[in-house]
């Protein structure tokens, strides 16, 4: 009696639990095997794709085939596409499972590979489910590009939106308020180059809207879909381009291109090296350096019994160590001496006005210029008007005249609503917010986060610095806040003049001017 194994296969696991077809099989195999007197060996289920062989239910019954070779004589499934749906590679098996004397057979399709002419059913028969495979698959690839060409997001959404489906059944995806919110400041922090993208992916994972991998953050900051883009890509003799999505876009089109002109390096910034770190402990990590052996310090945390005492250290073999606490209070007592007289603020801040009022003018004129700009178009339209019913002007030209002038009147009523606004600024209550934040940097670094703090160490060192447990060396500060120092300590020591008065300052109108773009920036 000839001993045969039950392959028994459904391709997905909802198939295998759910479904009947792995019962349905099981029967008619074991009618068939009860029909020609078969012995039933192994019954083998198997819940994966007949793309390839590399299934594990079959590996598992290919090593008994070898290990307990003779004892199986068939191997019975009840269609060929139960065996394979790759021809290539279902041949290859069918010549190992011959050498192992074993016979594959399809009881609905049944076969004599012994005769040479049934090769050609067999091909047949495997080559029917492959080209079944091919045309979904073909199918389901021209259904995919054809939603991605009406504007339609394929697959799962990416971070910051939701997979949704309307009460027709339509799918879109829709923006996660906290998620978009967080990878929205990513993109703006991204746009201004100081800060690399790592270091931006860390600041988001601590807002509490979702964690993001290092990967999958870099591959989302180049993803077009947040810019309300689709990416169609090239395909035989179509080239590759970018439709609009019917999504909602987080950000702008030209946010998206500065964030990657910065990305691939075309636009460079000087930035400094302000990583960020999660430890309030330890500000002026990353910005020291051992005055023993030249070598970058580090910080790190012991211990004790009751309490953790923060270092900053080099390596082992050098042993240069000083506690964090008095570096910190050391640097931060220096950085109070940092502060601008009331005679150069006040000179600042008329500086300032009278460049706030170069920029944007006079109101009152603005508005003037603006309201006779809009009278010469008006006057412009009723001359080609009196041509028309004069008959000198054709009514085409007339109308393109007419559009024009349309569009250059909504330009300028656009300009005037606009000076309206701006009518409501308190530039100098402003100033003196601004002011107060950059002239008490002291006060700002002791208040300020460890972002704030590394930001302005950042930008007042350029370069590394040195510490030996008492004082702070460089070898470059930065220049304007070399002309803090300069400023103060000759204003101090002329005491002939008076303050309040004193504008005769012209040797730091310089310094003075380029420390207002700095404020501005406050603004």
């Known amino acids: 009696m000839k001993t045969a194994d039950l392959y028994i296969r459904v391709s997905t696991d909802e198939q295998a639990d759910k479904g009947y077809s792995q019962r349905d099989q099981e029967e008619r195999l074991r009618r068939y095997c009860s029909q020609y007197n078969f012995k039933v060996g192994n019954v083998i289920y198997e819940d994966h794709s007949a793309k390839t062989f590399n299934r594990p239910a079959w590996n598992s019954l290919l090593q008994n085939l070898k290990k307990n070779k003779g004892k199986t004589h068939l191997v019975l499934f009840t269609k060929w596409d139960r065996f394979s ?17 074993v016979n594959p057979q399809a009881i609905e399709q049944p076969l004599d590979l012994t005769i040479p002419e049934n090769k050609m059913m067999l091909a047949i028969y495997l080559a029917a489910p492959e080209v079944e495979n091919d045309r979904r698959a073909l199918n389901t690839f021209y259904g995919m590009r054809r939603a991605k060409k009406e504007g339609r997001v394929m697959g799962n959404a990416p971070f910051g939106y939701a997979n949704k489906s309307k009460e027709d059944g339509k799918k879109y995806i829709a923006l996660i308020p906290e998620q978009s919110k967080a990878m929205k400041w990513a993109f703006t922090e991204l746009a201004k180059g100081i800060l690399s993208a790592n270091q931006i992916r860390l600041e988001m994972n601590r807002m509490n809207a979702g964690k993001l991998s290092s990967t999958a953050f870099h591959v989302a900051i180049r993803n077009p879909i947040y810019c309300g883009k689709i990416f ?14 019917l999504h909602e876009a987080l950000i702008s ?15 460079r910034k000087e930035r400094p090296n302000t990583k960020i770190l999660s430890d309030e402990n330890l500000p002026l990590r990353g910005f020291l350096v051992c005055p023993k052996c030249n070598r970058n310090l580090t910080g790190s945390a012991s211990t004790g019994r009751n309490n953790r005492y923060y270092y900053y250290h080099c390596l082992a073999s050098c042993g240069f160590r000083q506690k964090a606490g008095v570096a910190n209070e050391i640097f931060e007592n220096g950085l109070k001496q940092l502060q601008i007289n009331k005679v150069v603020q006040n000179f600042m801040k008329k500086l300032l006005i009278d460049s706030y009022n170069q920029v944007f003018g006079n109101p009152v004129s603005q508005k003037k210029s603006i309201l006779e700009n809009i009278d010469k178009i008006n006057h412009k339209l009723s001359i080609a008007r009196n041509k028309l019913l004069e008959g000198t002007l054709e009514d085409d030209d007339y109308l393109a005249i007419k559009k024009e002038c349309k569009i250059d009147i909504e330009k300028f009523e656009k300009q005037l609503i606009e000076e309206e606004g701006n009518k409501k600024i308190d530039i100098k209550s402003m100033l003196d917010r601004a002011l107060d934040k950059v002239v008490n ?12 703090k590394r930001e302005i160490i950042g930008s007042i060192f350029p370069e590394k610095l040195e510490f030996d447990g008492k004082i702070y060396r460089t070898t470059r500060i930065n220049t304007l806040v070399k002309c803090i120092f300069q400023i103060n300590n000759e204003l101090a020591k002329n005491k002939n003049r008076i303050y309040e008065n004193f504008l005769d300052i012209s040797c730091v109108v310089g310094f003075v001017k380029n420390l207002s773009n700095l404020i501005l920036s406050f603004l």
Request: aromatic share 10%; proline share 2%.
């Open 85 to 101: 749906r790759n021809a290539g590679d279902a041949y290859q098996m069918i010549n190992m499972l011959t050498k192992l004397g």
């Open 232 to 245: 169609i890509p090239k395909y035989k003799d179509e080239e590759a381009y970018f439709v609009t999505g």
């Open 441 to 452: 940097l002291g006060v700002l670094y002791a208040e300020g986060g460890i972002q704030t």
């Open 253 to 267: 089109e030209a946010l998206f291109d500065k964030v990657q002109m910065i990305l691939d390096g075309n636009v």
